[in-house]
């Protein structure tokens, strides 16, 4: 079945205290990516990777650091979580995008199921 | 910063009533996705807009997107107590391949 997973699916946590959350796809997706989301803000992206070894800046990556060794696992790491890091973190996947410039249809993003972070 | 701004926030309808969702910017897109998302689910991408003007229907959804690609709107028909979820438009930026704007969603509940 395709699927992106992540883990764990619930944390609670001490501010400081490193902590990595894990993505994994299993569709041989090029792109992916990290949201999280919050009430009345939307998914919001922290990080996103165009292939292994390649990743960039999303709009909001303060605090955040991303890793793509393999082409299949994309993690998040906390290295000193604080309490403005609660939220509800979602992992997703998506082919490549088609199209000419100025009109590139995104490739369907496939997300995983969430992970809710508690920083107290 | 690239904004989408969804309204409304929130929609509370009768089972069989209509209703528009609408997705603004004051941006180009060079496309646009709505998805729906389930309580404790990630979203699920409903449909893709490209073309300004563009129009596409899913059953008892219809798409569309603006003719200058700065807006979008989901249209639902008769709508079914399946059809509550959260739904959210989300926008491609012309200076970004990969980069996905997200507006802050809807909130549906179709009450039978």
């Known amino acids: 079945e395709a699927q992106v997973t992540q883990n764990p699916r619930y944390l609670i946590t001490v501010t400081g205290k490193k902590l990595t959350v894990t993505c994994s796809q299993n569709?041989?997706?090029?792109?992916m990516s990290w949201y999280r989301q919050d009430p009345g803000l939307g998914l919001r992206q922290i990080y996103y990777?165009?292939?292994?070894?390649?990743?960039d800046k999303g709009d909001v990556p303060e605090g955040y650091k991303v890793s793509r060794k393999e082409k299949r696992n994309f993690p998040l790491i906390l290295e000193s979580p604080s309490p403005n890091q609660t939220s509800l973190y979602f992992c997703?996947?998506?082919?490549?995008?088609?199209?000419?410039?100025?009109?590139?249809?995104?490739?369907?993003?496939?997300f995983g199921p969430g992970t809710r972070l508690t920083v107290t | 910063t690239q904004l989408l701004e969804q309204s409304p926030q929130f929609l509370s309808i009768q089972e069989g009533e209509n209703l528009t969702v609408y997705c603004n910017s004051s941006?180009?897109?060079?496309?646009l996705q709505w998805y729906r998302q389930e309580p404790g689910e990630g979203p699920v991408l409903l449909v893709t807009?490209?073309?300004?003007?563009e129009v596409k229907k899913l059953k008892r959804l219809t798409f569309q997107f603006g003719d200058a690609r700065k807006d979008s709107s989901l249209h639902i028909t008769a709508a079914q107590p399946g059809d509550t979820g959260l739904y959210l438009c989300?926008?491609?930026?012309?200076?970004?391949?990969?980069?996905?704007?997200f507006g802050s969603g809807t909130r549906l509940l179709v009450r039978p």
């Open positions: 997703a996947s998506s082919t490549k995008n088609t199209g000419t410039s100025g009109q590139k249809r995104r490739g369907e993003q496939y």
């Open positions: 569709m041989n997706h090029e792109y």
């Open positions: 990777s165009m292939n292994v070894e390649v990743t």
């Open positions: 941006s180009v897109f060079s496309s």
């Open positions: 807009v490209v073309t300004g003007g």
């Open positions: 989300a926008g491609g930026p012309l200076d970004s391949s990969y980069k996905l704007i």
